[in-house]
């Protein structure tokens, strides 16, 4: 069983920056891919971000340039530095964990999510 906890959601301004982090527990081959995610309310979540055990990243056109994904596999934890921020950013974020190193942005491969933490940007 993996769990997944978020942090480091809040409020800043356009241009702003904010770093969410993923603490995760359980076997490292239960978690061999990894992503964000985000969703607004009445939306379908959408991918922002996937990282596999090769360290092999991909990110949505959206955000390419502005965000990187990483992970400390000595404190299973996976990061997501979001740069250069705009309000259309704002969204409840998640991150997913798959137990196969095959990374898509498709929300219903994962196996494990978090709870989000909320990013708010304002103009």
């Known amino acids: 069983q993996v769990q997944l906890l978020e942090s480091g959601g809040g409020s800043v301004q356009t241009g702003g920056s904010l770093t969410l982090s993923c603490a995760a527990s359980?076997?490292?081959?239960?978690?061999?891919?990894m992503a964000w995610f985000r969703q607004a309310p009445g939306k379908d979540r959408e991918g922002v971000a996937h990282i596999n055990a090769h360290g092999t990243t991909y990110y949505a056109d959206s955000v390419r340039g502005r965000f990187t994904i990483s992970q400390d596999n000595a404190k299973n934890t996976l990061y997501l530095e979001m740069n250069n921020l705009k309000p259309e950013d704002s969204d409840m974020y998640y991150c997913?964990?798959?137990?196969?190193?095959?990374?898509?942005?498709?929300?219903?491969?994962?196996?494990?999510w978090g709870q989000g933490t909320q990013v708010t940007v304002s103009s």
């Open positions: 997913a964990a798959r137990n196969s190193w095959y990374c898509t942005f498709a929300p219903q491969i994962y196996n494990y």
């Open positions: 359980g076997s490292p081959n239960s978690r061999a891919c």
